[in-house]
């Protein structure tokens, strides 16, 4: 058992960190400086609760008791007094406590990145190098509905019946797909990882071949000028979304010393931001497949617009929210 001063020494840098953030928050109303992230606050809060009765259960100082319920009463009154300040979460989330969620989850980000997009290159390759692989990957009948799809002389690249469809119909068809491929990839992590193993890797097959055996048929112009533009959040929110699920998939094969469902649910409460940012991803993805990819334009303009929302993306999930940990 820890006495006072090892408790309060495995402890001080939790502590500290939700008395700066507090103080950014409560002052925030009257200085409007920036104020610290508190993304992780209910998680530190949670924590919180259970080191001051910990500290109460152990007889230990009343100054320490008494200063970790004050920490208590001024986080409890930022996470429930002030849910009116929604769309000031909402910009902070989107702000940089999305991006920093998943940056905390590199390593499976890496994982989950290579599962899909390794996968597609390889197969990408064998596709455009013959039919029968393309055939082998996809079979002949979605390649053929492929070709009809993408071929020039169409006139048009929406999937056959859905030509005339209005772009708000086709951005609502869009939402429904994506968003149901995403949560599948989370969700089948629960598994052990094999089911969001599975769907990665079944993607990148599917889509990789396809991407190979068009352009070696030199449908680039229609295909390349489709996709380049909503490839960006779609493709990066199925890697995230991959992650997401593999940390529920990771929490059941190596729940330390807590129990699996206790394991799971700590992983489960974690990804939430994680699979909501993909979400709202794949919501930026739909829009622009549904309102740009189909314009009629230039190949080199639809390139240049999709590497530059690549660039974007790329830079936000580096970049957005950091060095604003303590900020006062």
Not at 76 to 105: D, S
Not at 312 to 327: E, F, N, S, V
Request: aromatic share 12%.
């Amino acid at each position: 058992m820890l006495n006072q001063r090892g408790f309060e020494q495995q402890y001080e840098k939790d502590w500290a960190r939700i008395e700066a953030t507090l103080d950014s928050l409560e002052s925030w109303r009257f200085s409007k400086k920036r104020v610290a992230d508190n993304s992780d606050l209910p998680t530190l809060y949670a924590a919180l609760c259970q080191q001051h009765a910990l500290a109460q259960s152990r007889g230990y100082s009343h100054a320490l008791t008494k200063r970790l319920h004050e920490l208590i009463t001024r986080a409890h009154h930022q996470l429930y007094q002030n849910r009116g300040h929604l769309l000031y979460r909402i910009i902070q989330f989107l702000g940089g406590g999305f991006a920093r969620a998943v940056r905390e989850q590199w390593k499976l980000l890496a994982i989950s990145s290579a599962l899909f997009f390794v996968t597609a290159f390889i197969c990408g390759g064998f596709a455009a190098y013959s039919v029968d692989f393309a055939d082998l990957f996809m079979g002949s009948k979605n390649r053929f509905a492929l070709e009809t799809m993408y071929d020039p002389a169409r006139g048009s690249i929406r999937e056959e019946g859905m030509e005339d469809d209005t772009n708000f119909y086709m951005f609502g068809f869009y939402i429904m797909n994506n968003i149901s491929i995403d949560f599948r990839t989370f969700a089948s992590g629960i598994l052990f990882c094999v089911g969001t193993v599975f769907v990665l890797v079944f993607n990148g097959i599917q889509i990789g071949a396809a991407a190979g055996h068009l352009s070696a048929i030199g449908y680039n112009e229609t295909f390349w000028g489709f996709v380049s533009g909503h490839s960006a959040p779609e493709l990066i929110a199925l890697c995230i979304s991959g992650a997401a699920g593999l940390m529920l998939g990771m929490a059941l094969i190596k729940p330390g010393r807590q129990t699996r469902r206790l394991a799971l649910v700590r992983a489960a409460k974690k990804a939430v931001p994680i699979i909501v940012g993909a979400g709202l991803m794949t919501l930026l993805a739909a829009f622009i497949e549904a309102y740009w990819s189909s314009k009629e334009l230039d190949l080199s303009i639809k390139i240049s617009v999709g590497v530059l929302i690549w660039i974007l993306h790329i830079l936000y999930l580096c970049l957005a929210g950091r060095g604003r940990h303590h900020h006062g």
